[in-house]
């Protein structure tokens, strides 16, 4: 299994001015970066996936939806604007080598609202339409695209892997599959083990996250028995934190990190390393 860290952790927006914390990651001993994509317009891709390659480290890709980019919203030119920010995150995986990317693709992170049947239903079908074509995309460029359910304070769509796992089976393609984040599945579901169990062939990518964001195996997290799961699927993919160390203009307030979760983001990759080496890797 491979381990690895977000450049959310570090910074936000990601830029080429921060590839240095793509070092930091290789020197802690990190398999795989995770570049957040927030603003495309900051990063010279050629020259990341260049310096990572020179690193000898892996790279991943997640997506950061803001309200703009939003393939369920009743803006139209959201919608299009959402699809196509996907269909970019495509092209950045495929030219990264990352197999992946990932993200709450199905709609803006932080979009909350009790709305009436007609309206979820309504969103509900944009959704599929975007999803399908971004799909249809991800597969002609040989990526699986990885949907991430968000707790219940950060979407009113996606927030169990059940729901995830209908919405996958409604598009019915295999490069379409699951992204669990251990801290929204700490909040939404009863046994995060049971559904690693129940879900296991859809899985593709983990962000291993703590119950507070803060360094895993501090918290309250069953890891061990997440752990055991893992093995029980014969789980293929990588395992990355993904925590805040400043906040992200197109997650802040949804994310509502408000308070530093570690000493400092080095302290936090280190201490997440150690961990994830002695209980992923040994
Ligand atoms: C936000 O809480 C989160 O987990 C991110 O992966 C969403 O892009």
């Given at each position: 299994?491979?381990?690895?860290?977000?450049?959310?952790?570090?910074v936000?927006p990601?830029?080429t001015?921060?590839?240095?914390?793509?070092?930091?990651?290789?020197?802690?001993?990190?398999?795989?970066?995770?570049?957040?994509?927030?603003?495309?317009?900051?990063?010279?891709?050629?020259?990341?996936?260049?310096?990572?390659r020179?690193?000898?480290?892996?790279?991943?890709?997640?997506?950061?939806?803001?309200?703009?980019?939003?393939?369920?919203?009743?803006?139209?030119?959201?919608?299009?604007?959402?699809?196509?920010?996907?269909?970019d995150c495509?092209?950045?995986?495929?030219?990264?080598?990352s197999?992946?990317?990932?993200?709450?693709?199905?709609?803006?992170?932080?979009?909350?609202?009790?709305?009436?049947?007609?309206q979820?239903?309504?969103?509900?079908?944009?959704c599929?339409?975007?999803?399908?074509?971004?799909?249809?995309?991800?597969?002609?460029?040989?990526?699986?695209?990885?949907?991430?359910?968000?707790?219940?304070?950060?979407?009113?769509?996606?927030?169990?892997?059940?729901?995830a796992?209908?919405?996958?089976g409604?598009?019915?393609?295999k490069?379409?599959?699951?992204?669990?984040?251990?801290?929204?599945?700490?909040?939404?579901?009863?046994?995060?083990?049971?559904?690693?169990?129940?879900?296991?062939?859809?899985?593709?990518?983990?962000?291993?996250?703590?119950?507070?964001?803060?360094t895993?195996?501090?918290?309250?997290?069953?890891?061990?028995?997440?752990?055991?799961?893992?093995?029980?699927?014969?789980?293929?993919?990588?395992?990355?934190?993904?925590?805040?160390?400043?906040?992200?203009?197109?997650?802040?307030?949804?994310?509502?990190?408000w308070?530093?979760?570690?000493?400092?983001?080095?302290?936090?990759?280190?201490?997440?390393?150690?961990?994830y080496?002695?209980?992923?890797?040994?």
């Open positions: 299994m491979d381990i690895g860290i977000s450049s959310f952790v570090w936000s990601f830029s001015e921060n590839r240095d914390i793509i070092l930091k990651a290789k020197e802690i001993g990190y398999d795989l970066f995770e570049v957040a994509v927030e603003d495309k317009s900051l990063i010279d891709f050629g020259q990341i996936k260049k310096y990572s020179e690193l000898d480290i892996k790279l991943s890709v997640s997506g950061a939806f803001g309200a703009e980019r939003d393939i369920s919203s009743d803006n139209p030119e959201f919608r299009k604007i959402g699809l196509q920010y996907i269909k495509v092209d950045i995986a495929h030219d990264f080598e197999p992946i990317f990932g993200g709450p693709l199905y709609s803006a992170v932080g979009k909350t609202r009790l709305v009436s049947d007609d979820k239903y309504e969103e509900r079908m944009w599929l339409e975007n999803l399908a074509e971004a799909t249809a995309y991800a597969k002609s460029k040989g990526i699986t695209l990885a949907l991430e359910p968000l707790n219940r304070f950060e979407t009113d769509m996606i927030n169990t892997l059940d729901q796992a209908d919405l996958i409604e598009i019915n393609d490069n379409l599959r699951l992204l669990l984040d251990t801290f929204h599945a700490n909040i939404e579901e009863k046994h995060i083990e049971e559904e690693i169990l129940k879900y296991g062939d859809l899985i593709v990518h983990i962000q291993g996250n703590e119950n507070d964001r803060g895993p195996g501090t918290g309250h997290l069953s890891w061990d028995k997440i752990k055991a799961a893992l093995a029980e699927v014969n789980y293929q993919g990588a395992i990355v934190l993904e925590t805040f160390g400043s906040p992200s203009k197109e997650l802040a307030r949804a994310a509502s990190i308070r530093p979760l570690a000493e400092s983001a080095d302290i936090l990759a280190q201490e997440c390393f150690e961990f080496y002695q209980q992923f890797k040994s």
